[in-house]
C-alpha cells in the first residue's frame, strides 16, 4: 500500500503524540491571533467560537493526511480545499494566497519548535523532510508561490512574520476566548507554552512572560518516558470534558 507519508516519517512521530500537538497548537494559536487574516476565522466564527474544538478539528485533518493511505490523503486534502472554497463563496471574496501560505508555514514551523522543545534537535535531513511533506499538502491545495526547498522556506517564513503579523482588536478579542474556553488557570498555561515555542516576532507582539513553571516541569518530561507521566502536560492545559479527546491525540 502506497502512503502520502512514509511510516518511518519523522512528522508522524511527530503529530502521534498529543503533547507535541499540544505546543503545535499553542504555537498556532498564538500567531493565528496576530495574522492580518485572521478575520476569516472570525467570518466562520469556528476558531473564537470554539478554539479547543477547532484544535481537535484540525488535528483529525492533518491525521488523515499524514496517516491514511495516499488516496485517503488526498481525499482528505481535497475536502480542506473545498471547505475553504465554501467560505470564499460565502464571503463572496478571496483568501489571500500569503494567507493559505502563512497557515502552512506555521505548521511546518511548530511542528519543528515543538518536537526540539520536547525532544530534541532535529537533523536538516528530518527538517527538509517536514517541509517536503506539508509542500505536497500546499501544491495539491493549488497553494502558489511556495519555496522550492527548506532553505528557501526558512527566508520565506521569516519575511511572512515581518509583513503579515499585527495587533489589533481581533487579537484582543481571541485571547479573551482563549482564557473563557480554557480558565485563568490552563490560559495561564497556554500562554507558558505559547512562550516556548514562538519565534521572536510573535514573542515581541505577544509581550510573554518566559515559561517559568513550564521549563522546570519539561526537565522532568525528558526522563518522564521511563516513569509513565509524558501526557501530563496537556493534561494540565485541557479541561477535563475533553478527556476522550485528549486521550485520542496520542497514536500507539
Not at 527538517?127 to 522550492?148: Q, S, Y
Not at 526558512?154 to 512574520?161: G, N, P
Not at 516576532?201 to 518530561?221: D, E
Amino acid at each position: 500500500m502506497t502512503f502520502f507519508v512514509e511510516k518511518d516519517s519523522i512528522i508522524r512521530r511527530i503529530w502521534g503524540k498529543g503533547d507535541t500537538i499540544l505546543f503545535i497548537f499553542a504555537g498556532a494559536s498564538a500567531e493565528f491571533a496576530f495574522n492580518k487574516a485572521v478575520d476569516w476565522l472570525y467570518f466562520t466564527g469556528r476558531l473564537p467560537g470554539d478554539p479547543l474544538g477547532r484544535l481537535f478539528s484540525t488535528v483529525s485533518y492533518a491525521r488523515q493526511i499524514i496517516f491514511s493511505d495516499y488516496n485517503g490523503a488526498l481525499a482528505a486534502i481535497d475536502k480542506i480545499t473545498a471547505i475553504h472554497k465554501s467560505v470564499e463563496a460565502s464571503r463572496a471574496d478571496r483568501i489571500p494566497d500569503w494567507a493559505y501560505r502563512d497557515v502552512l508555514f506555521m505548521l511546518i514551523d511548530y511542528s519543528i519548535r515543538s518536537f526540539e522543545v520536547l525532544e530534541r534537535e532535529l537533523t536538516k535531513k528530518e527538517k527538509a523532510e517536514i517541509f517536503e511533506v506539508f509542500k505536497r499538502v500546499g501544491l495539491r491545495m493549488n497553494i502558489p508561490g511556495l519555496p522550492a526547498d527548506h532553505t528557501a522556506w526558512q527566508i520565506a517564513r521569516r519575511k511572512h512574520l515581518q509583513q503579515d503579523l499585527v495587533a489589533g482588536k481581533l487579537t484582543t478579542d481571541l485571547y479573551k476566548q482563549y482564557r473563557k474556553h480554557l480558565g485563568f488557570s490552563r490560559y495561564e498555561l497556554l500562554k507558558q507554552a505559547q512562550a516556548m515555542v514562538i519565534p521572536e516576532t510573535v514573542q515581541q507582539l505577544l509581550m510573554l512572560k518566559k515559561a517559568g513553571l513550564l521549563r522546570p516541569l519539561l526537565r522532568i518530561y525528558k526522563i518522564s518516558g521511563k516513569l509513565k507521566l509524558q501526557g501530563f502536560i496537556r493534561n494540565m492545559i485541557l479541561p477535563q470534558e475533553y478527556k476522550q479527546q485528549i486521550s485520542d491525540l496520542d497514536i500507539d
